[in-house]
């Protein structure tokens, strides 16, 4: 089962959203339990990063998807996404468009997405 799990980089806490090679049907359920974690958490306290690497996500996914995206956006300092190739770039693109978020930056590079996220500490 996927979870959103804290993760720590260079001292610094982080959020860790692994949904690579995910499927849809994985999704949804993933969305409600990450919800939890994420708005537990202080005001722009939370250092996401969401991997999303070789995931398939259909239109109800990416809709679930915006939603969660805008909902968490109080509790969000800054969230680095991870895995957005071809096709998701436009929808990440969509996305960013839909929630008004300023805070989610796009990484070609894991590591560079921690090194980011740890910096902003």
């Known amino acids: 089962m996927r979870e959103?799990?804290?993760?720590?980089?260079?001292?610094?806490?982080?959020l860790y959203e692994d949904l690579e090679n995910a499927h849809s049907e994985e999704v949804l359920?993933?969305?409600?339990?990450?919800?939890?974690?994420?708005?537990?958490?202080?005001?722009?306290?939370?250092?996401?990063?969401?991997?999303?690497?070789?995931?398939?996500?259909?239109?109800?996914?990416?809709?679930?998807?915006k939603e969660f995206a805008k909902g968490n956006e109080p509790y969000v300092k800054v969230a680095a996404v991870y895995g957005i190739e071809g096709l998701k770039e436009i929808i990440f693109k969509s996305v960013l468009a839909f929630t008004g978020r300023k805070?989610?930056?796009?990484?070609?590079?894991?590591?560079?997405?921690?090194?980011?996220?740890?910096?902003?500490?």
């Open 103 to 121: 805070n989610l930056v796009l990484f070609k590079n894991l590591e560079e997405a921690k090194d980011f996220l740890a910096n902003q500490a």
């Open 4 to 14: 959103a799990t804290f993760l720590t980089h260079k001292g610094v806490r982080i």
């Open 29 to 65: 359920p993933w969305i409600e339990r990450a919800k939890v974690v994420i708005r537990s958490q202080p005001e722009k306290s939370v250092l996401a990063l969401l991997n999303v690497k070789n995931a398939k996500f259909d239109t109800q996914v990416t809709s679930a998807l």
